[in-house]
């Protein structure tokens, strides 16, 4: 009992610090720049909260493990911890910290209970995440792995990082490479393909854009249909999940992207890195 204690006052400052609307939207666009995160200064920018309130929010944040801090030459750089988060989503769904073991969920709670708490944390997760697009509903996202939800957030850093308005299959191209761990990042780097040369080719395509990309990215088409296309391959793999190797296949089913000629501008036979990706999931 002494131990569900302590675990419960943890886990009600880290629930108070994200009770203000400022800290809130902090974490909205820390998630929405994860895993890069912002300087203070673009914190400031965006949402307009005077130095000193900032600060003092930042450090409430950081305290309670909510947000990493860095500096990078006279820079301070702030980003979402999203270990702390799941944590505390843990604690909330299951009442037992991730990983923890010892602690029972609640006896008198009803699966139903149970069930819409989950699913109500789980939309708050997903609204601080940002990659939710209010533009584009994904059906099947719920199921995407922690490496896709990366490699997707890494994409939208890419289009930040080019100054466009849009994510599209190229920028979910180097998103996949920038992941740098999933089966899908693997496989493009076994036949010749890397964040550098990735990004060059894009930057050859795309060329940059005017800067002021939303907060809220929208995707392209091309790239709603490659996502879309993604959750059907994991369906007929037969598998309950998406990962980097199904965004992979979605890139490569839809066909007609910018990553496509991406891949082909870097000389990938497309046909033989499906084949190869398909014998391994089967």
Known sequence: ??????????????????????????????????????????????????NSTLSHHLEKL?????????????????????????DLLSFLTTGKAKGDRIIQPISNMSKQEGNMIEKFFESIFEQLSGFKSGRFHLKGYERFTQ???????????????????????????LGLVGEGSGFAAQFLTSVGVNLENAQIEVEKIIGRGKGNT???????????????LSVEQSRQLNV???????????????G????????????????????RLRSALT
């Open 1 to 50: 009992m002494v131990k569900y204690n302590q675990d419960t006052a943890r886990y009600a400052d880290i629930f108070a610090a994200l009770g203000s609307e400022p800290r809130l939207e902090i974490m909205r666009l820390l998630f929405a720049t994860y895993p890069e995160g912002m300087t203070v200064g673009e914190i400031h920018q965006k949402l307009k909260i005077p």
């Open 62 to 86: 950081r305290i309670e493990g909510l947000v990493n801090c860095r500096k990078d030459k006279q820079f301070l750089w702030y980003s979402a911890n999203a270990e702390t988060m799941e």
């Open 147 to 173: 490496k896709a939800i990366i490699a997707m957030n890494i994409a939208q850093g890419e289009s930040r990082r080019l100054g466009h308005q849009y994510v599209g299959t190229e920028q979910i191209l």
């Open 214 to 228: 939303p907060l809220d990215i929208p995707f392209t088409p091309r790239a709603k249909q490659a996502l879309e």
């Open 240 to 254: 309950n999940y998406v990962g980097t190797e199904h965004l992979l296949l979605g890139i490569l089913k839809e």
């Open 256 to 275: 007609g992207g910018a990553a496509v000629k991406v891949l082909e501008n870097l000389g990938v036979d497309l046909i033989s890195l499906e084949q």
